[in-house]
């Protein structure tokens, strides 16, 4: 990191420092290399539980668990074991049993356990492995949703046994209670390290968010893809992660035994505005691999309780082909503005409303050219063409032994290249030549997910309607009417064959396709690629100073529960090093901004610098 040292910059460093960590930044620094504990962390683990709302949780649920208070007080409170694994997290020591027990007996001082509220004891790393353990089962089974053997591997019978008892009314209940909890406990935890940034950051913040998965391996084998059977993992519920499809393992060698983590990361108010606040997790959610269906909804729901109205989320096709009950009509209702992507095979007409069409996710006039709307399909095309050409290319010039293309099929390849590149720029001309059929927005969409649009001029259309419009705007529903025997399934939603033409056949729902900004257009391209925002986010967690979550030596608590508050720490110990990361970015801005740029000394055309010249002074004659 560059070294802050004019006055301006450090004091706005210094500020920013104690005000969230309660220390300067030399302590700051200081503490993260010594193997004591440093002041930065403990402060700001405290801070986190007490601020998150965590306290009153546990209190609660561990009251409703409890027949009465009798009996002696915990030697390691809820509250410190939350702490702890905090602490341990920031670290980057990881928060297995084993070093959370170090951190107590060797790390902690007399006045670390009176801070905590631990009960000081006379204790090596063995007697507070078991008290670790003990309180972190005992935390865990306040909001366990799948409270399954963890110690023994099940047979074939005992999983069914299993099975059966999950599926039981009152198990169900307990299940779907404790879920609620679990997120709720998490994501409380990664809501304060987001309300630990500045007020006046958070405050140019306007809300948008890009959502994507990652896998997250767990210890032990793989457990069977079938759904009976004997298990090989001691988590008997544990999925396979595979790295193609919708990633849910489905028997493969290469499949792992995992889960995934699902985060929201902060994304610019707009493209290429990268300085204004960091990039920080703000919600997440743990899953099977694959089993994410209806995770980005319910996450823009939490995040827009953080206090945002109106934002914009940028997700994959993983998300967006869900049905839209679970992904798009949610979105809707909570005003969210979507920006993904397609599969090639749905490009071009994709819905019908009255005289208009759907294509490529924006409404356009339903007498726009054919040539017109088939350009994205015939794009997609190419590109594909061109993708597979340029491999042909590649396995001649690479050759592996096998046997590889023919000089014929490589001269193939370049003309088709060459044919696809000379007829690009048409391609693009085809795209931009829809605006003048392209429906206006007028504002955005209500509470209920309507849209209302204005026609666009007819003057400007090089193709005119026969028909002109007798109205001057529209207003589109999120989901197509349906009549009764259409809701009764007598009846297809889709207009009769003999009504249908070219550009009216599609799918059935808007909703499931339509989105704000202009598909391909510079615009989309742009917010689109802000994705890479939560993918970057995804990788950082891997590495070790931001919790390293694919290292399963870091953490030992088995089961999906365990696992879940494991990385909801991470998660809070990464965000809260980007927080100060971004602080010192931010003086570093300040003073290369306040510090005079020397004149770049003049060189010859070899490259040696030129003598310098003596000023003349005014008095001085010349000659």
């Not at 702890?84 to 902690?108: C, D, H, P, W």
């Given at each position: 990191?560059?070294?802050?040292?004019?006055?301006?910059?450090?004091?706005?460093?210094?500020?920013?420092?104690?005000?969230?960590?309660?220390?300067?930044?030399?302590?700051?620094?200081?503490?993260?290399?010594?193997?004591?504990?440093?002041?930065?962390?403990?402060?700001?683990?405290?801070?986190?539980?007490?601020?998150?709302?965590?306290?009153?949780?546990?209190?609660?649920?561990?009251?409703?668990?409890?027949?009465?208070?009798?009996?002696?007080?915990?030697?390691?409170?809820?509250?410190?074991?939350?702490?702890?694994?905090?602490?341990?997290?920031?670290?980057?020591?990881?928060?297995?049993?084993?070093?959370?027990?170090?951190?107590?007996?060797?790390?902690?001082?007399?006045?670390?356990?009176?801070?905590?509220?631990?009960?000081?004891?006379?204790?090596?790393?063995?007697?507070?492995?078991?008290?670790?353990?003990?309180?972190?089962?005992?935390?865990?089974?306040?909001?366990?949703?799948?409270?399954?053997?963890?110690?023994?591997?099940?047979?074939?019978?005992?999983?069914?046994?299993?099975?059966?008892?999950?599926?039981?009314?009152?198990?169900?209940?307990?299940?779907?209670?404790?879920?609620?909890?679990?997120?709720?406990?998490?994501?409380?935890?990664?809501?304060?390290?987001?309300?630990?940034?500045?007020?006046?950051?958070?405050?140019?913040?306007?809300?948008?968010?890009?959502?994507?998965?990652?896998?997250?391996?767990?210890?032990?084998?793989?457990?069977?893809?079938?759904?009976?059977?004997?298990?090989?993992?001691?988590?008997?519920?544990?999925?396979?992660?595979?790295?193609?499809?919708?990633?849910?393992?489905?028997?493969?060698?290469?499949?792992?035994?995992?889960?995934?983590?699902?985060?929201?990361?902060?994304?610019?108010?707009?493209?290429?505005?990268?300085?204004?606040?960091?990039s920080l997790v703000t919600e997440i959610g743990c899953h099977a691999p694959g089993k994410l269906v209806g995770y980005a909804a319910a996450m823009s729901a939490r995040h827009k309780n953080l206090g945002f109205d109106r934002f914009v989320l940028a997700v994959d096709r993983a998300y967006n082909y869900e049905k839209i009950?679970?992904?798009?009509?949610?979105?809707?209702?909570?005003?969210?503005?979507?920006?993904?992507?397609?599969?090639?095979?749905?490009?071009?007409?994709?819905?019908?409303?009255?005289?208009?069409?759907?294509?490529?996710?924006?409404?356009?006039?339903?007498?726009?050219?054919?040539?017109?709307?088939?350009?994205?399909?015939?794009?997609?095309?190419?590109?594909?063409?061109?993708?597979?050409?340029?491999?042909?290319?590649?396995?001649?010039?690479?050759?592996?032994?096998?046997?590889?293309?023919?000089?014929?099929?490589?001269?193939?390849?370049?003309?088709?290249?060459?044919?696809?590149?000379?007829?690009?720029?048409?391609?693009?001309?085809?795209?931009?030549?829809?605006?003048?059929?392209?429906?206006?927005?007028?504002?955005?969409?209500?509470?209920?997910?309507?849209?209302?649009?204005?026609?666009?001029?007819?003057?400007?259309?090089?193709?005119?309607?026969?028909?002109?419009?007798?109205?001057?705007?529209?207003?589109?529903?999120?989901?197509?009417?349906?009549?009764?025997?259409?809701?009764?399934?007598?009846?297809?939603?889709?207009?009769?064959?003999?009504?249908?033409?070219?550009?009216?056949?599609?799918?059935?729902?808007?909703?499931?396709?339509?989105?704000?900004?202009?598909?391909?257009?510079?615009?989309?391209?742009?917010?689109?690629?802000?994705?890479?925002?939560?993918?970057?986010?995804?990788?950082?967690?891997?590495?070790?100073?931001?919790?390293?979550?694919?290292?399963?030596?870091?953490?030992?608590?088995?089961?999906?529960?365990?696992?879940?508050?494991?990385?909801?720490?991470?998660?809070?110990?990464?965000?809260?090093?980007?927080?100060?990361?971004?602080?010192?970015?931010?003086?570093?801005?300040?003073?290369?901004?306040?510090?005079?740029?020397?004149?770049?000394?003049?060189?010859?055309?070899?490259?040696?610098?030129?003598?310098?010249?003596?000023?003349?002074?005014?008095?001085?004659?010349?000659?």
């Amino acid at each position: 990191m560059t070294r802050i040292s004019h006055p301006d910059a450090l004091a706005h460093l210094e500020d920013r420092m104690v005000a969230t960590f309660g220390v300067g930044h030399r302590e700051y620094d200081a503490g993260t290399a010594m193997h004591p504990v440093p002041k930065a962390h403990l402060n700001t683990a405290i801070r986190i539980a007490e601020t998150s709302g965590i306290l009153r949780m546990l209190g609660a649920w561990d009251s409703e668990r409890r027949k009465s208070n009798a009996g002696k007080k915990a030697i390691i409170p809820l509250s410190a074991l939350v702490v702890l694994y905090l602490l341990n997290a920031q670290m980057g020591i990881g928060v297995s049993y084993k070093e959370l027990a170090r951190t107590l007996a060797y790390r902690f001082s007399h006045e670390h356990f009176v801070t905590l509220g631990v009960r000081v004891t006379e204790g090596d790393p063995h007697h507070w492995y078991k008290r670790i353990s003990d309180t972190t089962y005992r935390l865990i089974s306040l909001m366990n949703p799948t409270p399954t053997p963890l110690r023994k591997i099940l047979n074939a019978e005992q999983f069914a046994m299993l099975l059966r008892s999950m599926a039981a009314p009152e198990a169900m209940a307990l299940q779907h209670r404790n879920q609620e909890r679990l997120d709720d406990f998490c994501n409380a935890l990664v809501h304060a390290s987001y309300r630990a940034l500045p007020l006046d950051l958070r405050e140019k913040y306007k809300g948008n968010i890009a959502i994507d998965a990652t896998m997250v391996p767990i210890r032990g084998p793989r457990n069977s893809a079938s759904k009976e059977g004997s298990r090989s993992n001691p988590n008997p519920l544990a999925g396979r992660y595979r790295r193609d499809g919708s990633h849910g393992g489905i028997g493969a060698a290469t499949d792992v035994a995992a889960y995934e983590l699902e985060t929201s990361a902060m994304i610019w108010n707009s493209p290429g505005e990268n300085a204004a606040f960091p990039s920080l997790v703000t919600e997440i959610g743990c899953h099977a691999p694959g089993k994410l269906v209806g995770y980005a909804a319910a996450m823009s729901a939490r995040h827009k309780n953080l206090g945002f109205d109106r934002f914009v989320l940028a997700v994959d096709r993983a998300y967006n082909y869900e049905k839209i009950e679970n992904f798009h009509v949610p979105l809707a209702k909570l005003g969210v503005d979507a920006v993904f992507d397609y599969q090639a095979n749905d490009l071009g007409v994709q819905s019908h409303y009255a005289d208009l069409i759907l294509v490529d996710g924006n409404w356009y006039v339903g007498w726009m050219p054919e040539q017109l709307i088939s350009a994205s399909s015939e794009s997609a095309k190419a590109d594909e063409a061109m993708e597979k050409a340029k491999s042909v290319i590649y396995q001649f010039d690479h050759p592996s032994g096998r046997n590889g293309p023919t000089s014929e099929q490589v001269a193939d390849a370049k003309k088709t290249i060459a044919d696809i590149s000379a007829g690009e720029p048409t391609l693009k001309q085809r795209l931009a030549f829809r605006e003048p059929y392209r429906m206006i927005p007028k504002g955005r969409r209500d509470a209920d997910g309507y849209q209302r649009f204005s026609y666009p001029p007819i003057s400007q259309m090089m193709v005119r309607p026969k028909n002109p419009p007798q109205v001057t705007s529209i207003t589109i529903p999120p989901v197509l009417p349906e009549t009764e025997s259409i809701a009764a399934g007598t009846a297809s939603a889709r207009k009769p064959k003999t009504d249908q033409s070219k550009n009216t056949r599609g799918k059935s729902q808007p909703l499931k396709f339509a989105q704000h900004l202009r598909y391909k257009s510079e615009k989309w391209t742009a917010w689109f690629a802000m994705r890479n925002l939560v993918e970057s986010s995804n990788n950082i967690l891997k590495t070790p100073e931001h919790g390293d979550i694919e290292n399963v030596r870091k953490r030992s608590g088995r089961g999906y529960a365990a696992t879940y508050f494991a990385l909801a720490v991470a998660v809070v110990a990464s965000n809260m090093r980007r927080i100060a990361t971004f602080f010192h970015s931010e003086a570093e801005r300040i003073q290369r901004a306040a510090s005079p740029t020397r004149a770049r000394r003049r060189r010859d055309e070899r490259g040696t610098p030129l003598a310098k010249t003596r000023p003349t002074a005014a008095s001085e004659p010349l000659g």
